[in-house]
Structure formats: structure tokens, C-alpha cells
């Protein structure tokens, strides 16, 4: 059912015009070992994204782009940008778009990109995900998660060695090596455990939950757009989700981005009137 979904899916995203695929249409949960129609393409980063989950074994699960109810989040949700279902731990990754340099460490509430834009700790956001998504599912696979941040290849990390230690249940990655460091984090814990700690079925149960619990209706995933932009720390006083030039609305992924990049100095603006100002 899921393969012909996507199969329906693909053929519909090819006639598609790039201002349709820009819009945050909440992705179908996916199996590991099917291809991805990049339905986000416009939004910076997502496409190699992408990519890493397919090289992904067959074996493992994952859903993308989930909106669930987090009654601890001041919107009251929380959005994970992508869930990894493997036999040896359940990764939550946050991805980032920021270029520039990453000042980090684990005791900091606050980063620093190249030195001035303020961003939250990314674990510390990853944290309250993994909370909301415990709540899900069963108290014996709670300790089963693995916190990743993504960060696309514009970027360099200034940030503690440790994030990059296979050991640690805290892992700060680029975008192209995600699916290596799922491959090398599982297989360090498999050598810790002889037998899995998900068995199909499991990963089954825990996908089923998440994919239940993910609210796909637009008007509150617009809802949840809305007030997250009032509590992000920017320079412009008016806290608007829309390019600059089209005043098309905008995610807040590509608003970050375009806020933490110097040449767009300080405005926003969507996939396409990047290039405009890139030129
Ligand atoms: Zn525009």
C-alpha cells in the first residue's frame, strides 16, 4: 500500500512547479528502501537529506517532517525533521541550515553562528522532540534514542569534541555523512548487544505510533509556523515568514538560514530570490 502510495506520489510531484514544492507539505512516512520524491526541495538542505536516508538498509524505517502534540512546547507541538527506526536505537535528527561557523559546546543554552546570530542548543531543542516522542510509545524503548543535529556542508564546527564521538548518544553531523554515522553508531552498539533491541515488529509498533501521531492537518501545521516565529531571537522587529521580494511565506528552516547569511543582510527571502541576490 505505502509503495504504491509513492509511486502515486512521485508522478504527481514531476508536473509540480517549484513554487508548489517550496510550501511545507507534510511528508508520507517512508520506507528506508524506497525512494524519495525530494517534495521539499526548495528548502535548503533537504534534497541531500534525502539521498542519506535512501542508502539506508532495507531493514530500517523512517518518517519525515512529523508534527506531534508536545504539551511542554510553548506552541504546543513539536516538529522533527526526521525519525530513523533501526533494530539497535531510534535516531531523532534535527537538521540546520545555518552557513557559516558553529560555536557550540554542552553546556551553552544559546550557540553562536559565525560568532553573532544567536541559535538554541540544538540537543537542547533535539531533547524536547525526544520527550514529545517518548510519550508515544512504550517505556521500554525510551532509552533507545539517539539525538542527531544536521548541519549542511556550509558550515564548520567549532563545537565539543564529544558530539563527534561515535560513543555518545549526541551526535552533530553534515548532511552527507548521516547515513554513515547511523551505519558506524549501529554498529558500535552492536557490538554491546548480541541480539537487537528492536525486533521488526517492534520497529513496526513504534513506526505505527509516530505516523499516528504526526498531525498532517495544514491549518495547524501553519498554526505551529506562526508562533514559532514570535519566539526565535531576530534582528528584524517584524518576525515575518515572507520573502522579501514575493512575500511568498517562507519555513522558518529558510528564514534561519537567510537571517545567519550575511550576503542577504539581514532580509529574507524564498528559494528563488535567493539565487536572485546570489547573483
Ligand atoms: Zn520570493
Given at each position: 500500500m505505502l509503495l504504491f502510495l509513492n509511486f502515486f506520489k512521485k508522478k504527481e510531484n514531476k508536473k509540480e512547479d517549484k513554487s508548489k514544492t517550496v510550501s511545507r507539505i507534510p511528508s508520507k512516512p517512508k520506507k528506508a528502501n524506497q525512494r524519495v520524491t525530494a517534495e521539499r526541495i526548495g528548502e535548503l538542505g533537504e534534497y541531500k537529506i534525502n539521498i542519506q536516508l535512501d542508502q539506508l538498509p532495507k531493514e530500517y524505517y523512517y518518517l519525515s517532517d512529523l508534527l506531534v502534540k508536545n504539551p511542554k512546547a510553548?506552541?504546543?507541538?513539536?516538529?522533527i525533521d526526521h525519525v530513523v527506526l533501526t533494530p539497535y536505537?531510534?535516531?531523532?535528527?534535527?537538521?540546520?541550515?545555518?552557513?557559516?561557523?558553529?560555536?557550540g559546546g554542552k553546556e551553552r543554552k544559546t550557540w553562536l553562528?559565525?560568532?553573532k546570530f544567536k541559535m538554541m542548543n540544538p540537543f537542547v531543542q533535539n531533547y524536547g522532540h525526544i520527550q514529545a516522542l517518548k510519550s508515544f510509545i512504550d517505556e521500554k524503548y525510551h532509552d533507545l534514542f539517539i539525538s542527531m543535529v544536521?548541519?549542511?556542508?556550509?558550515c564548520t564546527f567549532k563545537?565539543?569534541?564529544?558530539y563527534r564521538k561515535i560513543a555518545s548518544n549526541e551526535l552533530i553531523?553534515?548532511?552527507?555523512?548521516?547515513?554513515?554515522?547511523?551505519?558506524?553508531?549501529v554498529?558500535?552498539?552492536?557490538?554491546?548487544h548480541k541480539e537487537p533491541l528492536l525486533t521488526e515488529s517492534d520497529i513496526i509498533t513504534i513506526f505505527n505510533a509516530f505516523s499516528t501521531a504526526n498531525i498532517t492537518d495544514p491549518i495547524a501545521r501553519e498554526d505551529h509556523n506562526r508562533l514559532l516565529g514570535t519566539h526565535v531571537s531576530v534582528k528584524k522587529t517584524d518576525t515575518s515568514f515572507s520573502c522579501s521580494v514575493c512575500n511568498k511565506p517562507v519555513s522558518n528552516k529558510v528564514k534561519e538560514y537567510c537571517l545567519s547569511n550575511d550576503k542577504f543582510k539581514?532580509?529574507?527571502y524564498c528559494y528563488e530570490h535567493q539565487k536572485m541576490v546570489q547573483k
Open positions: 510553548k506552541s504546543g507541538y513539536s516538529q536505537g531510534i535516531f531523532a535528527i534535527e537538521t540546520k541550515n545555518y552557513q557559516g561557523t558553529i560555536y553562528v559565525n560568532g544536521s548541519f549542511t556542508k556550509r563545537v565539543d569534541l564529544d553531523v553534515y548532511d552527507v555523512e548521516l547515513s554513515e554515522f547511523i551505519h558506524r553508531k554498529s558500535v552498539l552492536k557490538i554491546h539581514g532580509n529574507i
